[in-house]
Nanobody, 116 residues
């Protein structure tokens, strides 16, 4: 069973930066494609970014391209989401996700609030 734990959220002013972490215990995350999703109040959960398991290729939602960067650490136990140029519209709970066959795994989420 894959257990994912997010951290790094918080309150930041517009234009600021945060780095979110998605950690797994007991496994190395290079075996899994890891995605970041977010859900704002009253809105559906949306995909933000993804890093593949084999080639570490990355994808981004249009709304975050050029501002967010997804990466893995060298030990391959943590996936990061570096968020720069944050906007109030980025306010949401951010979740990391992976899938093993038909089973989805989600972390508990970390709150990001962008406000002056």
């Amino acid at each position: 069973q894959l257990q994912l734990v997010e951290s790094g959220g918080g309150l930041v002013q517009p234009g600021g930066s945060l780095r979110l972490s998605c950690a797994a215990s007991g496994v190395t995350l290079d075996r899994y494609a890891i995605a970041w999703y977010r859900q704002a109040p009253g809105q559906e959960r949306e995909g933000v970014s993804c890093i593949s398991s084999t080639t570490s290729s990355t994808t981004y939602a249009d709304s975050v391209k050029g501002r967010f960067t997804i990466s893995r650490d060298s030990a391959k136990t943590t996936v990061y989401l570096q968020m720069n140029g944050l906007k109030p519209d980025d306010t949401a709970i951010y979740y990391c996700h992976s899938a093993v066959g038909p089973t989805d795994y989600w972390g508990q989420g970390t709150q990001v609030t962008v406000s002056s």
